[in-house]
């Protein structure tokens, strides 16, 4: 088996392992592989090992990938801050955008011939610059992407913040879900949990995560 091969089957097992020990089905944890700044034929490799849910999270990067490897079958996960002025072209590849935050990017996501699925990024730290809605802003954020047509809620996304236990992160994160729930019922998916934190992540709900390095290995530093 080849190094990333090999990486991906560790990582599969212990998805499966954290699933039975949260009693869930690894069926329903989508594992997105993140593969910023790694060259386009690492993706085919992956996709060639059947990985064909990819996250990216710079847009030109991601566009030029997708327009390079069309034809394998690749559902592209867009997971980075995303500006307004960028939306139309993002929806053009992406078949699910991680991260809806604010209501100029909704209105600009907006559509009337296309539906793309999404989630609401939370921002779980007290910086703004991080990207993602803050908790008190999050209804008003929910209802707006319910009232935009060619948006597709599927649920909440959130990035554990740096030096502190992912846990009760994630829990909060699955709390609010409730709350999102409540005006969006079929908002049930939660897209968290990284190469670091992805076990504490399916303990409280994940339903995406979006695994990097423990599966492609380093990445190459960025040009
Ligand atoms: C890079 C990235 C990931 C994956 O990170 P790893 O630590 O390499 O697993 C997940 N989510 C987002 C938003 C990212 O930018």
């Not at 990985?51 to 991601?62: F, K, P, S, T, Y």
């Amino acid at each position: 088996m080849s190094d990333l091969a090999d990486r991906l089957a560790v990582v599969r097992a212990s998805v499966a392992d954290a699933a039975t020990e949260a009693g869930r089905e690894a069926s329903g944890i989508t594992t997105i592989v993140v593969t910023k700044f790694h060259p386009a034929s690492l993706v085919a490799e992956l996709a060639a090992l059947g990985v064909l849910d990819i996250g990216e999270n710079r847009h030109q990067e991601a566009q030029a990938k997708a327009a390079e490897l069309e034809g394998l079958g690749i559902r592209w996960h867009f997971v980075g801050q995303l500006q307004s002025k960028k939306a139309k072209q993002v929806r053009a590849y992406a078949k699910v955008i991680h991260s809806v935050d604010r209501v100029a990017l909704v209105d600009a996501l907006r559509s009337d011939e296309a539906s793309v699925d999404c989630f609401v990024q939370l921002n779980l730290t007290d910086d703004p610059g991080r990207g993602g809605v803050s908790s008190e802003g999050l209804e008003p954020l929910v209802e707006h992407v319910l009232a935009t047509p060619g948006l597709n809620l599927l649920g909440l996304m959130a990035v554990a913040p740096l030096g502190e236990p992912a846990r009760p992160a994630f829990a909060r994160v699955r709390r609010l879900s409730e709350r999102v729930r409540a005006i969006a019922p079929a908002a049930t998916s939660l897209s968290m949990g990284m190469s670091h934190d992805f076990r504490d992540a399916i303990l409280e709900g994940a339903t995406h995560l979006r695994i990097g390095s423990a599966i492609t290995g380093n990445r190459p530093v960025a040009g």
